[in-house]
């Protein structure tokens, strides 16, 4: 093995750093701000508005049963048989009324108490906007995942090709002084090559995180709304877990249940509302002939007013309420069969995400033991080469096998924070 002068080694053999935090153009991606910014802009949420706006028009229809009704009808009849008085009597004549009949009326009706019925499809109304609502938040959820998912793609991806990059940066200035080596014949063709070939590889890695990233940033901003050209910083760190207590889950799924409930029991109390007594007051007056007597063959005005009561009877022999119950019942059986099955799968979800945690935590513990072993190994390589007891494959292994530990280290940080704020959005807090 022929030996290198320990200068020209020393000056080839510069330590790797660790990548650096390259300063992009544009403000800073933090997590919190593309959730804030996907619910000024996402779709989803845009039905939110619609479904107030419907709820609004619901309760003003709604709201018109309160006004009174106003009807005005006209016939024309003929019948073959008129009321007539048969008994003759002396010095009086009884015309009996024409058999064709006419009459117009204007009727006013204003309802004095309803029963609840009107009340009652109010909260019905309203109650089934709730679970549109709770639907929407549902959707949402799904969307808040996606971008749960991309952030730390993107986080892991950005650190990566920076990581390659700072490799290929080293294996540049590496590459040039083994070319000018190679010129004075201290080192062989084939060790410059080697550089160049690893130096061509961390390129390749760089290039590849570089695409992945753009293509995140892309989602990023089709489920946001706003171009993204910044760095990744996971600015809003996650220390701890919460402790994912399932009385206390905030799940949408969860939401969507209790509106549905709610909706129930409204559907069952405007459903009993049509069995109450109703109280109506009402006012008629017409033109026609005859009139209210109806042995006045003259075209003349007339008026009826009064309080109608009227007292719904087939629910006492039909049993519409008892059936009516018995289905309130099953529904709500299902409902709670379906928290149930919502609150056992978060709990599961829960305990992996839990193990996940601790897994990276240890995992983190030895990558840090790693990344300076590797560290401590290539230096030691560096002092062999400088000795020549070492050669340039040994050198560019050792670059290698402390590019991939501090890369490895990079993906479980990003992964690790991942898992917590996962926690988080299992529980429903994010």
Sequence with gaps: MRRVPAILLIALCVPLPAAPARADDGPPITLTALLDAGRRSHPTLAKEPLIARARAISQAQLDQAYLPRLTLAGQATWQSEVTAIAIPLPGVTITPPAKDQYKVTLELAQSLWDGGVVAGQQRVAARRADVETAKVELEWYQVRERILQLYYAGVVQQELAHQAETLADHLATVHSKAEAARASGVVIERDVLLVEARQLEALQAAADAAAGLDATRRGLAELTGAPLTGRFEVADRCDAAPPGDAAALHRPELAVLTAQQRLLTAQDDAEAATDHPRVAAFATGGYGRPGLNALDDEFGFF???????????????????????????????????????????????????????????????????????????????ETQLALGTATMTDLVNDLTQEDLARSKRVVHQAQRSLACHQLAFIVGDL
């Design 303 to 381: 008026a009826i007013g009064g309080v109608q009561v009227t007292v719904p009877l087939t629910y006492l022999y039909a049993g519409t309420r008892r059936k009516a119950r018995r289905q309130l019942a099953v529904q709500q059986a299902l409902l709670a069969r379906s928290r149930d099955a919502v609150v056992t799968q978060v709990n599961v979800q829960l305990a992996t995400q839990r193990a996940e945690l601790t897994r990276l935590d240890a995992a983190l513990v030895i990558d840090a033991q790693l990344v300076d072993v590797r560290a401590r190994a290539r230096a030691y390589t």
